[in-house]
């Protein structure tokens, strides 16, 4: 990164001139020449300009500042990547600049604690987001996984909780005997990620022997209503709040037409768990992170759905031989066959 009084006195060529030629000579996709209170000058492949300096009232010593320039652009290039449009390019020369200017302001070419103030002035002024925590500085630690960890402990308070106390005994008891009652078929839904759970359930019972259909929450009032068969079918209804409005409607109908409801839900106050002939509440307070996004509650309705299928197996006597005759695929029934 030449001086561009030097370059220009040499080469007698404007100075945009010049970084475009070292661009093309040299084959780099970023070039940046200082000319102190001139600015600087900037090349990448698409644009070519040259970024002016604020004029500083006091010029103290300018010892370094070239240094300070080439520390600022890099900065800028490590948080926000390489240059692709004119602002972009705009946007870098003049943090480039404002941090070789702090370097003219103090006496020497070491940082102290003034010319960290200063800095932090001039980094704000530019971004004023910068003065707080922003996505930039979340990368930027992103390799300590502070989060990723405190997700886990935050799951593993939360599992914890359910299996010590967070359960009642005779919801499970009559969830399951509900099931085991069931002269037809055992459909559940839900909607969204309970949804998923719901899907899965269906998955987990249909192989221990069990007929079950997984049937999205919205579509149960366009037609699939039509699906549970009166005093036969078992709906299954998942929901976190237990207030979805397409969950506690179609438990709420499918009672009026004599169909036996079941839900598991995160309040037994809810719509969903009123309606319900039973449910299962695990009634905890979760944390979760963006104080909604579903997380921790949906490894505590994981966990029930889990456990219903375990007390089911053990109930129905569902041996290993029935197993395999239903999952003979993949490495699960290759388990099966070599332990048979």
Same mark, same amino acid.
């Given at each position: ?21 070292? &661009? ?50 890099? %900065? ?7 240059? &692709? ?18 370097? $003219? ?39 300590? $996984? ?19 106390? /967070? ?21 559940? +839904? ?21 007929? %079950? ?9 366009? /037609? ?6 009166? %005093? ?6 998942? +929901? ?10 179609? %438990? ?10 079941? +839900? ?31 997380? +921790? ?39 099966? &066959?070599?332990?048979?």
């Amino acid at each position: 990164m030449p001086n561009l009084g030097g370059a220009d006195a040499v080469a007698s060529m404007p100075a945009t001139d010049v970084v475009t030629h070292l &661009r093309d000579v040299c084959g780099s996709s970023l070039v940046a020449m200082t000319s102190g209170s001139d600015g600087c000058a900037l090349a990448t492949n698409n644009e070519v300009l040259r970024v002016p300096v604020t004029p500083l009232e006091k010029v103290t010593d300018a010892t370094g500042a070239g240094d300070a320039f080439l520390g600022g652009l890099i %900065a800028h290039v490590y948080a926000h990547g390489m240059p &692709r449009t004119k602002d972009d390019l705009v946007s870098l020369g003049s943090f480039a600049n404002r941090v070789g200017a702090v370097c $003219c302001q103090i006496l020497g070419a070491v940082p102290n604690d003034e010319a960290r103030r200063m800095l932090g002035e001039q980094i704000a002024a530019y971004n004023p987001s910068a003065a707080t925590r922003n996505e930039t500085e979340a990368r930027r630690h992103a390799s300590d $996984c502070d989060e990723f960890f405190t997700s886990l402990k935050d799951d593993s308070a939360a599992a914890a909780a359910l299996a010590n106390d /967070g359960l009642k005994t005779e919801e499970i008891a009559a969830f399951a005997e509900s099931v085991l009652d069931c002269a037809g078929n055992v459909l559940t +839904s839900g909607i969204g990620k309970s949804g998923l759970i719901a899907r899965r359930m269906a998955a987990s019972l249909a192989s221990t022997g069990i007929r %079950a259909h997984f049937v999205h929450a919205a579509e149960w009032a366009h /037609g699939d209503y039509g699906k549970a068969e009166r %005093a036969r079918d078992v709906v299954v209804l998942v +929901s976190h709040s237990g207030r979805t409005n397409e969950c506690v409607e179609a %438990a709420a109908h499918l009672k009026s037409v004599g169909v036996n409801v079941i +839900s598991i839900t995160g309040n037994e106050e809810s719509p969903l768990a009123r309606v319900s002939d039973v449910s299962i509440s695990y009634r905890l307070i979760v944390k979760e992170p963006l104080g909604t996004l579903p997380t +921790s509650s949906l490894l505590l309705q994981e966990m029930i759905v889990n456990g219903v299928v375990r007390e089911l197996v053990q109930r129905r006597r569902f041996a290993r031989k029935n197993f395999l005759r239903n999952h003979p695929g993949g490495s699960v029934g290759e388990t099966l &066959r070599r332990d048979d």
